[in-house]
């Protein structure tokens, strides 16, 4: 079913998260526009303890302010040896917001004395879509991803942990192999943020039918 002339907001301004959604988005000819294309979105405090309660707090925020359904997300690393950390915390693990380079050294020196059998970790993203004007929630999903941190970065690809993450999950092209060497097409396969989106995907025709 098409939805031409519908709009939908993502409370991002990710130009790479951006992309994603809108190449879910196209062939139902739904529009995705960012925050500044609609005029801008109020700063919403991230002060949940879990990414979903983050997610559903900025999609909420968007669709009251702007009028539109309103898709946000939450992501970031968990490592098991740090007890779920950097987790909420993984854009400003090591203080300074969006310093990648910074909170890699961090990750690294906090594992220095952990063995590589203990290194575990996964990505996670939860998504959240809320519904015009109310910012009642319609839609949540969570996607994971599993591997273990390094003890050096590899590659350049990808951003944020990237560089330090291998894929361990069994039965796939990619598995074994970092993602801070992939390609865009390649990481989106396996990524935390690629499964949401996937799921997304599925009902996202379903949930504005009525609009």
């Given amino acids: 079913m098409k939805h031409e002339g519908m709009k939908l907001l993502l409370a991002s301004g990710n130009k790479k998260k951006l992309a994603e959604l809108q190449r879910v988005a196209a062939p139902l000819g739904v529009e995705v526009v960012s925050p500044a294309d609609s005029g801008g979105l109020p700063e919403v405090v991230e002060d949940g303890d879990t990414f979903a309660a983050n997610a559903?707090?900025?999609?909420?925020?968007g669709a009251r302010h702007s009028g539109l359904w309103t898709l946000a997300d939450d992501s970031g690393?968990?490592?098991?040896?740090?007890?779920?950390?950097?987790?909420?915390f993984s854009a400003r693990f090591a203080g300074t917001h969006g310093d990648d380079e910074a909170n890699n050294r961090k990750l690294l020196n906090d594992l220095a004395d952990v063995p590589d059998q203990d290194r575990g970790a996964a990505f996670v993203c939860a998504?959240?879509?809320a519904a015009p004007k109310t910012g009642e929630i319609a839609f949540e999903t969570m996607g994971r991803t599993s591997g273990e941190i390094l003890r050096e970065a590899q590659g350049e690809g990808g951003f944020g942990y990237d560089p330090l993450f291998r894929f361990t999950e069994p039965g796939f092209p990619v598995t074994g192999m970092v993602f801070g060497r992939l390609g865009a097409e390649e990481k989106a396969s396996v990524s935390h943020r690629g499964r949401a989106l996937r799921e997304l995907e599925l009902d996202l025709?379903?949930?504005l039918q009525d609009t």
């Fill in 127 to 129: 998504l959240a879509l």
């Fill in 56 to 61: 559903a707090k900025k999609a909420s925020s």
């Fill in 77 to 88: 690393l968990t490592v098991e040896a740090l007890g779920g950390a950097p987790g909420v």
């Fill in 205 to 207: 025709s379903r949930l």
